[in-house]
């Protein structure tokens, strides 16, 4: 798994913290990828999902209908990097 690091704003934070991990709609590729970790029985980080800081949680959560590329996308027009 990749480390706790928000996709929006990169903040790192701690288990304890308000955030997490949001899995969003998996697309033709994810599929795949699950599949061929599976069949070779290895593990990893999925590429339908990825981490939200507190700030950025509640929104994404909103967003898990969509899939992890077009949610990005919203969040990062929502919310502008200062």
């Not at 590429?47 to 939200?52: E, G, K, L, R, V």
């Not at 950025?56 to 969509?66: D, I």
């Not at 992890?68 to 990097?81: G, H, Q, Y």
Request: glycine share 4%.
């Amino acid at each position: 798994m990749k480390p706790p690091l928000c996709v929006i704003c990169y903040k790192e934070f701690l288990d304890s913290d308000e955030g997490g991990l949001v899995y969003f709609k998996k697309r033709n590729s994810d599929e795949r990828w699950e599949k061929m970790m599976s069949e070779e029985d290895l593990i990893g980080h999925p590429p339908y999902a990825d981490w939200f800081c507190e700030k950025h949680y509640t929104a994404a959560k909103e967003l898990q209908n969509l899939p992890l590329n077009e949610a990005v996308k919203i969040l990062n027009e929502r919310f502008p990097k200062e």
